[in-house]
C-alpha cells in the first residue's frame, strides 16, 4: 500500500541542501561563468527576442501573428547558429552551448528553435533547468 511518505519525497522538489545545484550532473559551477542559466535571465530574453522579432514583423508585414513567430524562428536559427545566442541571450550574458562547452551551431539552433516555436518543449524543465528543447539538442544555455 503507497504511504504519505512515498509520495511526500517527489512532492517536495529537489532537497533544498547545498548539496546539488542546477547544473552539478554536467560538472557546471554553481555561478558565474558557464553555470546554468536561471529562468529570470532566460524570460528576459526571451522577451527581448519577442520584441525585436514583434517589431520587424510590425515594419515588414503589418504585425501579422504567424510573421511575429517565423522572424522570432529566423532570428533565433541564424543568431544562434552563428554566434551561439540571440540578441536577448547576449543582452543579459548568456549562451547557448553544447555539453562539452562550445557554441551550439546551425543543427541544434534549427532543432532548438522548432522546438521552443512549440511553447511546451521550454516548459518541460529537468533538476538541471533545461528545457525539453536543450536535453533533445543535447544543449545547455550557460551564463558567459
Known amino acids: 500500500m503507497v504511504e504519505r511518505k512515498d509520495i511526500g519525497s517527489w512532492l ?5 541542501d ?13 555561478a558565474g561563468p558557464g ?11 526571451l522577451l527581448i527576442d519577442w520584441a525585436i ?3 520587424f514583423a510590425y515594419l515588414l508585414f503589418d504585425g501579422v501573428q504567424l510573421a511575429i513567430l517565423g522572424c ?12 551561439g545566442h540571440s540578441i536577448g541571450h547576449r543582452s543579459l550574458r548568456m549562451q547557448v552551448q553544447t555539453l562539452n562547452g562550445r557554441p551550439a551551431g546551425y543543427g541544434k539552433a534549427a532543432l532548438r528553435t522548432v522546438l521552443i516555436c512549440l511553447v511546451v518543449p521550454p516548459l518541460l524543465i529537468d ?3 533545461r528545457g525539453l528543447h536543450d536535453r533533445l539538442g543535447r544543449t ?5
Request: no cysteine; net charge positive.
Open 127 to 129: 533538476r538541471d533547468q
Open 12 to 16: 517536495e522538489g529537489v532537497p533544498s
Open 53 to 55: 522579432a514583434s517589431a
Open 35 to 45: 553555470s546554468i542559466a536561471r529562468i529570470g535571465p532566460r524570460s528576459g530574453a
Open 18 to 30: 547545498d548539496s546539488y545545484w542546477p547544473g552539478k550532473s554536467m560538472g557546471r559551477p554553481t
Open 72 to 83: 522570432f524562428a529566423a532570428l533565433q536559427f541564424l543568431f544562434v547558429g552563428f554566434f
Open 140 to 144: 545547455v544555455l550557460v551564463r558567459i
